[in-house]
């Protein structure tokens, strides 16, 4: 079956990217940005098909990605999900800064990575979070 991910971002070929990459994991969605990730994300939840992680981009329109962390870590709250039960997050930015990256953590991300992103970096955070990776 593989890992289930979300890949939020906006730009669309950084996504395509990024899925593909992820397609050998498992399967990946992608959102255009934080308020469509919020939708699926719940509606994931409510189809009892959780993601498992979730590649998420920090600089985005309409909701950046430490808001769009913060309403995934509510709607967790909202269905008795915590701790090593929630998904798992990985911050993507080209943001590499000690603030940003503070902020990310404590939004309760589990990983964070600068771009530009490579195949290896995705497929080793994967991997570090405890994911089978070929």
């Known amino acids: 079956m593989g890992v289930r991910v979300l890949v939020v971002e906006d730009d669309h070929i950084s996504a395509m990217v990024i899925q593909e990459i992820l397609l050998s994991v ?6 255009e940005n934080g308020l469509v990730a919020v939708d699926k994300f719940r509606d994931a939840l409510e189809r009892d098909e959780p993601y ?4 998420l981009d920090i600089m985005m329109p309409k909701m950046d990605g430490h808001e769009t962390l913060e309403h995934i870590r509510g709607i967790e709250q909202e269905h008795g999900i915590w701790g ?10 080209a943001l ?3 603030d940003n990256v503070k902020k990310s953590f404590r939004g309760q991300c589990d990983a964070y990575l600068v771009k530009p992103i490579r195949r290896e970096k995705i497929l080793s ?5 405890g994911f089978d990776v070929p």
């Open 84 to 93: 090593l039960d929630a998904v798992k997050v990985v911050m993507i930015t």
């Open 96 to 98: 590499g800064d000690f």
């Open 26 to 31: 498992g399967s990946a969605d992608v959102a």
């Open 125 to 129: 955070a994967v991997r570090d979070l």
């Open 52 to 55: 498992d992680c979730i590649f």
